[in-house]
């Protein structure tokens, strides 16, 4: 229930950052691929970005390249999002994904870009 738990959403403005955190309580986040996805108003839910349990590699879908960074900190058991030059299409719910020893979906946090 609290196994997998999401962080840091906010409102910003057009242009501003936020850092989105995903920490796990119960298993080491860093042997399993870490997904964050985010449902828009109006929109079908989307993947975003990813990082591998294999290599640490990542991956990003074409709207966030060169905007999102996703990485992990083992010490902490935390998987980050920062994003930077935050867009108003960014607006929307976004979730940290894992299918670890189950599946776990984080409950969401509220991302609002506006001015």
């Known amino acids: 229930q609290t196994e997998f738990v999401e962080s840091g959403g906010g409102l910003v403005q057009p242009g501003g950052s936020l850092r989105l955190s995903c920490t796990a309580s119960?298993?080491?986040?860093?042997?399993?691929?870490i997904g964050w996805f985010r449902r828009a108003p109006g929109k079908e839910p989307e993947g975003v970005s990813c990082?591998?349990?294999?290599?640490?590699?990542?991956y990003y879908t074409d709207p966030v390249k060169g905007r999102f960074t996703i990485s992990g900190d083992n010490a902490k058991n935390t998987v980050y999002l920062q994003m930077d030059s935050l867009k108003p299409e960014d607006t929307a719910v976004y979730y940290c994904?894992?299918?670890?020893?189950?599946?776990?979906w984080g409950q969401g946090t509220q991302v609002t870009v506006s001015s």
């Open positions: 990082i591998s349990s294999s290599d640490g590699t990542t």
């Open positions: 119960s298993f080491a986040l860093n042997i399993y691929t």
């Open positions: 994904h894992t299918n670890g020893p189950r599946e776990y």
